[in-house]
T-cell receptor, first 111, second 113 residues
Framework: NAGVTQTPKFQVLKTGQSMTLQCAQDMNHNSMYWYRQDPGMGLRLIYYSASEGTTDKGEVPNGYNVSRLNKREFSLRLESAAPSQTSVYFC??????????FGPGTRLTVL | GESVGLHLPTLSVQEGDNSIINCAYS??????FIWYKQESGKGPQFIID?????DKRQGQRVTVLLNKTVKHLSLQIAATQPGDSAVYFCAERGGTSYGKLTFGQGTILTVHP
């Protein structure tokens, strides 16, 4: 039981490049989330998926898109990366409104 | 918007001491609160949670206290150990925000041997 896994662990992009961050959970949770964590800013919600087939914007959705591929997987896409998107990205999952469990994070640098 | 904040950004204690980490919240409709621990280079790890119909909840070496009157939350760690050194976040869920948590900025706890 791996919990929440994320790939890649590290990524460096140039401004304007695109990439997709992958997240998978094996806890059969209905809800999944994407956060970014910046120094002094805590965790901020980018997008979430309350259940398979639904996605909604969080606090900071601009510049991102998401896909809930199936119940296990929730991906985050940066279509045209900007330096302001340099951050650590965390995926989380939960059984409806209960505790969210986090993955190990993806450290993204945009040059 | 509503936010959750911490009074103390850093806390240093000696091994064996008790630690208290505080958190203020502003959304009176919040019905669920969680404390997370985050070690360097890792994702947040669940420690303990409490619902708004409770004032206190205890776990292994940890206790969370909730004072809804003053919108204050605290995490008490008994007999703090070097392995407890980490950043601690409180998070709250507003009563109408489906599953969405609002996180505080975090408190850095350093435990000296």
């Amino acid at each position: 039981n791996a919990g929440v896994t994320q790939t890649p662990k590290f990524q460096v992009l140039k401004t304007g490049q695109s990439m997709t961050l992958q997240c998978a959970q094996d806890m059969n949770h209905n809800s999944m989330y994407w956060y970014r964590q910046d120094p002094g800013m805590g965790l901020r919600l980018i997008y979430y998926s309350a259940s398979e087939g639904t996605t909604d914007k969080g606090e900071v959705p601009n510049g991102y898109n998401v896909s809930r591929l199936n119940k296990r997987e929730f991906s985050l896409r940066l279509e045209s990366a900007a330096p302001s998107q340099t951050s650590v990205y965390f995926c989380a999952s939960s059984e409806r409104l209960d505790t969210q469990y986090f993955g190990p994070g993806t450290r993204l640098t945009v040059l | 918007g509503e936010s959750v904040g911490l009074h103390l950004p850093t806390l240093s204690v000696q091994e064996g001491d008790n630690s208290i980490i505080n958190c203020a919240y502003s959304n009176s409709a919040s019905d669920y609160f969680i404390w997370y621990k985050q070690e360097s280079g890792k994702g947040p790890q669940f420690i303990i949670d409490i619902r708004s119909n409770m004032d206190k909840r205890q776990g292994q070496r940890v206790t969370v206290l909730l004072n809804k009157t003053v919108k204050h939350l605290s995490l008490q760690i008994a007999a703090t150990q070097p392995g407890d050194s980490a950043v601690y976040f409180c998070a709250e869920r507003g009563g109408t925000s489906y599953g969405k948590l609002t996180f505080g900025q975090g408190t850095i706890l350093t435990v000296h041997p």
